[in-house]
Structure formats: structure tokens, C-alpha cells
């Protein structure tokens, strides 16, 4: 048996757990990611850097670069233009913005904002302009560097008018800026931020105008000199804000070690307040949004993740650093923006992933309705695992129920890069508190029902709280959602417990609880058990008799035992690891037989219910290859007969085989798999596989917890295992559906912290389980005893003997019949 350790090994899950009670939360994707990009991109066309903001009203328009005019010149770029007419739902033929005789080199980072009149303003980077001799049209007739151009739009995005925003420094040092770009949503003042370089460092500016762009003012930001830094080839990575004549501004300095700083205006940006810190040491490419209560949020990264404050007096204080994003060690985070609805819901779409040739990337959404306090994330892009997504950019507009986040990003599904989009609802509605909570005491358990919650958005699922005083504090029982109005506590003593239930709405969000009620469950002292149990101690296979579970005796040297069909033959490894054999012995321990034996031979096994010849087992595979040079050992699941082989999952680290009734599935667990010319590859965890036995292939993995010890029931397909998903390892079963599918997955025991359970064999009349739990939580100390539990998880009972991996051919009492309830529900 592998030691435990302390540590949870589903961390992303721990997590969850520990946020489950607290979180608010509110996105919904509406639909399927669509391309932005037309087909006027050609084959060999790229685009990049995409922008996005909406009217309000359902007008969406997404901005980008890409060299669909000259995809075989390295360094030319164009601006273009899509709009959406119904929230990006659907995208419209590409505009091109620029004109074609400022193009030049190295024009890049277009930024898009649309004012309250509904003009659209597009501003870009310009790197250099060439003037020609024989077209004095081109570049102004004369060469240009490091400037900033601005379109103007009043007719929608079918036409633009294009002007010249800022004259940067023509000294042939290229510096590049990605401008900055916002609306004042109620007064329509018009912003962009620039950056120049001077000496040592970089100045902020600001560009003002309150005429649609007819007339600008332009202001330094900064209060000390050439403090902007670049920390890539952009310059100082900026942000600006601006609702009801406050202007805000952010960007990357270098004071406070490499700080975010910032500043606010309360003129319409004529002047600016003293600088102020939005972030500490080494943090990077700001975001700003104001909320339509004033409010401004900040959003930045730090150590490799997103971080988001909030400040109700323009910046003069802040609240302390949430963190939005989780990017799990080796990957890294990507970009990400910002963006803030009517409702005031918060949203943060970022990437995380690998990049490179061969790197792979997901972007998620992550949505608050509770100022920020705490974030939900909802995966975004549907382009599979091995497409990356690059510069995402997002805009939020509408209030009440019909609030809406707009996505746009690169993206590579189609072999070269695209622009891609996605909308999602913002809800800011949580659902109703169920209610009539109701608690019933059984034997070492108490049952739970209620009223169903409410809401527009359906109910998602529902999650128990319980405390051991009224009022709390109150911890999550389950770690999946429950999609019925029902929920059975296991594993307790007579301890009275305080219970109340929330609803979860489909977008996330958290609702109120329920009403509290409270019970005591009942311990009952009886074993009506009946049957033998045989089980591995010291080395040994051992055999008990129930009820009593006296006259231990010791069957022989081996381990995995397992009861025969009709419970008169105990099968056992016996052996080394790998190698040795499989035997059997009468229970009387005479009648010694050697049923199957392999140099190869590994690990558990499991034979056929019906008296048949076929068995499943493991068996070691070597395999060799040259180029480069490598050798190693794979433990392969096999089905079939001494005979041979019917059924063989290659190339895998498999364990624990299990056959079900009538041989219909085979399930077994994975650590990962190595074939030759292909890395060796760990699952996220230790996975249970199902193989169709009708079919001989495997139809399903499951890697969303680490899965042990898998056993099916003598009858049917419901299918025991330990899993960790609480953070420790318990009890669990489900069914498996015909496609291989796990459903009504209930958790049948819970032990305290760090007493894991493992290994459950059924009673062979289904109605029972027994089990193998620590009695000892320190680490470095295994001892296990046996437990049994009800099919349904109640008439928890303690053996008191020492062993593990047991079997068991015998029962007890079924449930009783007017149990009708499902525990916990999972669908896949």
C-alpha cells in the first residue's frame, strides 16, 4: 500500500473548497467562440493585438492589425475594423481603418472607445513613415517617427476620417508606444495616453479633448520627470479612465521598485493630483475601469498573477490586492484587461498557458459582484488543448439583466493567427435562499431536504453547510455540487450538528442560506453482518468470520485477496510484485492452486463473477527505443483468458483492475502512459480509465481527482472507489452509464481529518461495502483497520481489526425502501 502524505493533492480543488462559502461570482458564455477575421485575411495573413468596446446597444467593434495587404513583408502592418450588431453574437465585413499612405513600418497596438453620441474613436502606433519622391501624399512628404494616429468614426465604423494625435521624437531611436484609449461615458470627453522618452526614462502624457476630437490639450502626467519605465519594447505599459469628468491614469514607473503609479484629475484631465502607488515592487501592465458609483478599479500583475484593487475617493486609498488569477506552476500568465458593467459587476479576461511553437494556452473570465472582493473564473475560448490565445482585450456595457461581457483575442486554431470573440452574460442577480430546510437522523448519518431555490439563470447546484454550534462558524460538506434538493451526511457520531444549504445560480453566483436546523445522528452498537472477510495483515491473507469476527486465521502468505464466485475459494497474490503468481486455496486453507502465473505479473487483479475462465490483471511491458536512446517499464491492464489476451491498454502505468457483472466494463486506474517516440506524460491525477468489454476499448478517463481503488458491485454497474476530492481520500460510488459516463456520485463515508479511506470491496450481496481507513493521521505511521458501511453510506462501523485490502462474501440488511433521495449528483 503507498504511504499517505499530508499534503492535499488536488490543490486547485482545496482551493475551491476553501472559497466555496464566500465566492460571488456572475458570467455566463452565451453561444460559441466566432471569428472576427473574414476571409479577406487570405491563407497567409496574421493578425494581432486586438481591441474592443460596445455603445451599449448591442454595437460591438473590434479592432486589430494584421498584414492581410502584404503578408510577405515582415514589418507591414493595417488597421481593421469589425462590427457586431447584435452584442458579438455575429462580426461584419472588415474595414479597413488606416490609410494606406501612412502606413509605413511598424504600426501596431490599436486601442478602440466609443462615446456616448456614438462616435467611434481608433488610435495607433506608427513606428516610421517613408516620404516617396514621386507620391508627396505618402507619409506627409516627409519621413515620420514614433507617432500616434487617431480615426474618427460618425457614421458607425463604415467610414473613418484619420488624423495626426502625436508627433514623437524623429531621432531614429525606435520607441514604440501602445496608446491608451477611454470615453467618458456621460460627458463624452475623449482621452488617450502616450508615452515619451527622454535621457534615462519615459514621460506620461495625456491628450485631451472635449470636442469629439476636434481640438486636443495634452498635460504630463507623471509629477517626477522621466520616471516611466519599459520593462519590454513598448514603453511604459499604460491605462486611462475617465466617468463624470474624472480622469484617471496608470502606468508602469519605476519608482517604489518598479511600481504601478498613478494619478487622477477631477477637471476633465486638465491637471492632475499628485502621483499615488497602485501596486508594490515589479508589477506590470496596468488596466483602470470606473463602476457607475464612481468607484475605480485597478488591475495588474505581480509575481506572475492578476491582482485587482478598488478605490472610492479617485486613488487616495486603496483596498487590499485581490488576487483574480490562478496560474498553476509551469505555466505562465498571459495578458488580460479589465472592465467594469452597469450592474457594477467587475469582470478580468485573462490567458494562461505556454507559449511558444509548440505552446498551448486558456483564457478565462473571471467575473465579482461584491466589489471585487472575490472572483470566480469561467473558462472562455472552445479551440481545444493545443491552441494558443494571445492579447485578449474585453468591454463590458449594459445593466440589469441585460449586462454582457464582449471577448476578442488572437488565435492560432486555424494555423495562422485570427482574431476570435465571445460574449457572455454578466448576472448580478444571486439566486433565492432555499428554503423549509428540513434534517431527519438516521444511523450515523442525517438526511437533509429542502424547498429548490430560484432564479433566472437556473440553479447550478447546491451546497451544504454545517457547524457544530448555531450560528457557526460553518465549513462545506460536499465538494461537488448537489443537483437535487437532498443530501445525506455521513460518517457521524451522535454529536449534534447545525446544518444550513445555498444555492449556486447557473453563472455562479452565490445566493443566501437556507434556514438552520439541526439533528444528532444515532450510533447503533449492533453488527448484523453475517459472512467471512478476508483481508492482508503482516504479509498474510487472513480470514474472520461475522458476526463475531473471531478465530483469525491465517490462509497463507500473499496479499489482494478476493473471494470466488460462489465464496468457497479465496484467490490471492502471491509472490513478489512483479512476478509470482495468482493462487487460491479453499477456505479452509487446504486445496492449494496456482491460477495464473507470469514473470510480468503486477499489482491486483480481479476475476470474472459468473465462473468463467476470464480474469483482468496487470503486467509489466518493457519497451526500448533508440533514437535517442531510452529503456523503461510500463504496467499494462490486460482482460482475457490464461489463454491470452482480449482487451490491452498500452503504453499506461495502470493499477487496481475491476470487473463488472456479466464483464461489461473493466475499470482501473493510471498515473499516465509512455510510448516510444512520446514523452512520458502524467495525468493531472491519478485517473480512473473504463474499458467497454463489448467493444474491448477504453471509452473514458476521468483525471478531475486522483481515483483509487476501484470495485465494482456484483450486480449492475455501480462502481466503489476512493477519491480525494474533499482533499483527504474517502468512500465513493457512482454509476456508470452506457457511454462510460459517471452518474449519481455519492460520497459514502467521511473520517476525520487525515484518516484517509481506501480500498472498498463489496459484500457479496451489494447491499454493503468494507473498507481499509488510517487510524493513525501522522504521516509517518500506517495503521489501517477495518470498517463497513451501508450501500446508501449509513451504519458506519468500526471492526477493530487490523488489515487492509479486504473482500468480503457474505452481507447484512439492505437499505430500507423508503429511503428515496440522491445524495450528490454529478453529471459528466
Known amino acids: 500500500m503507498a504511504k499517505k502524505t499530508k499534503s492535499c493533492l488536488a490543490l486547485g480543488l482545496c482551493l475551491a473548497l476553501v472559497l466555496a462559502g464566500s465566492v460571488y461570482a456572475g458570467g455566463k458564455l452565451l453561444g460559441t467562440n466566432v471569428q472576427v477575421t473574414d476571409s479577406g485575411l487570405g491563407e497567409f495573413g496574421e493578425a494581432q493585438h486586438a481591441d474592443v468596446a460596445a455603445t451599449g446597444h448591442h454595437a460591438v467593434y473590434a479592432v486589430w492589425e494584421d498584414n492581410r495587404d502584404a503578408p510577405s513583408d515582415p514589418v507591414f502592418h493595417a488597421i481593421y475594423l469589425a462590427k457586431s450588431t447584435d452584442g458579438g453574437a455575429s462580426w461584419g465585413t472588415n474595414v479597413h481603418v488606416s490609410d494606406p499612405n501612412w502606413e509605413g513600418q511598424g504600426l501596431s497596438d490599436p486601442a478602440v472607445a466609443v462615446g456616448p453620441e456614438g462616435n467611434v474613436y481608433i ?99 507623471n509629477d517626477q520627470a522621466q520616471s516611466g519605465r519599459d520593462p519590454g519594447t513598448e514603453g511604459p505599459q499604460m491605462s486611462v479612465a475617465a466617468r463624470n469628468g474624472v480622469v484617471c491614469a ?53 509575481g506572475g498573477q492578476v491582482y485587482v484593487r478598488r478605490s472610492t475617493d479617485n486613488g487616495a486609498s486603496w483596498s487590499s490586492p485581490v488576487q483574480v488569477s490562478s496560474i498553476p506552476s509551469g505555466d505562465e500568465l498571459g495578458r488580460w484587461d479589465l472592465a467594469v458593467d452597469g450592474n457594477g459587476t467587475v469582470a ?27 472572483f470566480v473564473a469561467l473558462p ?60 431527519t437522523p438516521g444511523d450515523t448519518v442525517v438526511d437533509l431536504t429542502w424547498d429548490p431555490a430560484t432564479d433566472r439563470n437556473g440553479i447550478s447546484g447546491y451546497y451544504v453547510l454545517r457547524a457544530a454550534t448555531s450560528g457557526g462558524p460553518y465549513t462545506v460538506l460536499n465538494p461537488l455540487p448537489i443537483t437535487d434538493t ?8 451522535s454529536t449534534t450538528y447545525y446544518y444550513r444549504v445555498y444555492a449556486v445560480d447557473g453563472t455562479g453566483n452565490v445566493g443566501p442560506t437556507s434556514n438552520e436546523v439541526s439533528a444528532a445522528a444515532t450510533v447503533g452498537t449492533d453488527l448484523p453482518l453475517n459472512g467471512t472477510l478476508a483481508y492482508e495483515s503482516g504479509g498474510d491473507v487472513r480470514l474472520r468470520d461475522l458476526p463475531s469476527l473471531g478465530n483469525e486465521r491465517i490462509l497463507g502468505q500473499g496479499w ?158 455501480t462502481l466503489a472507489f476512493a477519491a480525494d476530492w474533499s482533499g483527504q481520500y474517502e468512500i465513493w460510488k457512482a454509476t456508470v452509464g452506457s457511454d462510460g459516463s459517471l452518474s449519481d456520485v455519492t460520497q459514502l463515508t467521511r473520517g476525520a481529518d487525515g484518516l484517509w479511506s481506501r480500498a472498498p470491496a463489496w459484500s457479496s450481496d451489494g447491499h454493503w461495502l468494507v473498507f481499509h481507513r488510517d487510524v493513525n493521521a501522522s504521516p509517518t505511521v500506517t495503521d489501517t483497520r477495518l470498517f463497513v458501511v451501508r450501500a446508501d453510506g449509513a451504519s458506519l462501523r468500526a471492526l477493530n481489526v487490523a488489515g487492509e485490502e479486504p473482500a468480503w462474501h457474505g452481507g ?17
Open 486 to 493: 437532498s443530501y445525506r451526511d455521513v460518517g457521524l457520531d
Open 250 to 302: 496608470a502606468w508602469e514607473d519605476s519608482r517604489g521598485s518598479n511600481a504601478i503609479y498613478g494619478a487622477c484629475s477631477t477637471d476633465q484631465g486638465k491637471t492632475f493630483g499628485a502621483n499615488f502607488a497602485l501596486s508594490g515592487s515589479n508589477a506590470t501592465y496596468p488596466r483602470l475601469a470606473f463602476a457607475p458609483d464612481g468607484a475605480l478599479y485597478a488591475a495588474y500583475q505581480r
Open 123 to 221: 488610435v495607433w502606433y506608427l513606428g516610421n513613415c517613408y516620404y516617396s519622391w514621386s507620391d508627396p501624399a505618402v507619409c506627409g512628404g516627409a519621413d515620420r517617427e514614433n507617432d500616434v494616429h487617431i480615426a474618427r468614426s460618425t457614421d458607425g465604423g463604415a467610414t473613418f476620417q484619420e488624423g495626426w494625435l502625436w508627433d514623437g521624437n524623429d531621432d531614429g531611436v525606435f520607441n514604440s508606444i501602445a496608446p491608451a484609449l477611454a470615453v467618458d461615458a456621460v460627458n463624452g470627453g475623449l482621452y488617450a495616453m502616450l508615452h515619451n522618452y527622454v535621457s534615462s526614462g519615459y514621460n506620461i502624457y495625456l491628450m485631451g479633448s472635449t470636442n469629439q476630437g476636434d481640438n486636443w490639450w495634452q498635460v504630463q502626467v
Open 380 to 439: 472562455v475560448e472552445d479551440a481545444g488543448e493545443t491552441y494558443s490565445q494571445y492579447s485578449p482585450a474585453l468591454t463590458a456595457y449594459g445593466s440589469g439583466d441585460d449586462a454582457r461581457a464582449v471577448m476578442v483575442w488572437t488565435d492560432d486554431r486555424n494555423t495562422q493567427d485570427q482574431v476570435w470573440a465571445a460574449r457572455a452574460e454578466l448576472d448580478a442577480t444571486p439566486p433565492t435562499a432555499p428554503s423549509n430546510l428540513r434534517a
Open 560 to 717: 489482494a485477496p478476493l473471494f470466488g464466485p460462489n465464496g468457497q475459494r479465496v484467490y490471492y497474490r502471491s509472490g513478489p510484485t512483479v512476478g509470482g503468481s495468482i493462487v487460491s486455496r479453499k477456505t479452509d486453507g487446504s486445496d492449494l492452486q496456482t491460477y495464473f502465473s507470469h514473470d510480468k505479473l503486477y499489482g491486483a487483479f480481479d476475476i470474472a463473477r459468473d465462473d468463467t475462465a476470464y480474469f483482468a490483471w496487470i503486467q509489466e511491458q518493457q519497451y526500448t527505443q533508440y533514437n535517442p536512446y531510452e529503456y523503461w517499464d510500463t504496467y499494462e491492464p490486460h482482460y482475457g483468458t490464461s489463454g491470452g489476451s482480449l482487451y490491452v491498454d498500452s503504453h499506461e502505468f495502470a493499477e487496481s483492475p475491476t470487473l463488472s457483472a456479466g464483464r461489461a466494463w473493466l475499470a482501473y486506474t493510471s498515473l499516465g502512459y509512455h510510448a516510444p517516440n512520446v514523452s512520458a506524460a502524467q495525468y493531472d491525477h491519478v485517473a480512473l480509465c473504463l474499458a467497454d468489454l463489448g467493444s474491448n476499448t477504453r471509452v473514458a478517463l476521468y483525471q478531475d481527482t486522483n481515483y483509487q481503488d476501484p470495485a465494482f458491485a456484483p450486480s449492475g454497474s
Open 812 to 828: 447484512g440488511p439492505a437499505p430500507a425502501d423508503h429511503w428515496v433521495y440522491l445524495p450528490l449528483v454529478q453529471r459528466r
Open 348 to 374: 478580468v479576461l485573462w490567458a494562461e498557458g505556454v507559449w511558444g511553437t509548440y505552446g498551448a494556452s486558456d483564457l478565462y473570465l473571471s467575473t465579482s459582484i461584491d466589489d471585487g472582493q472575490t
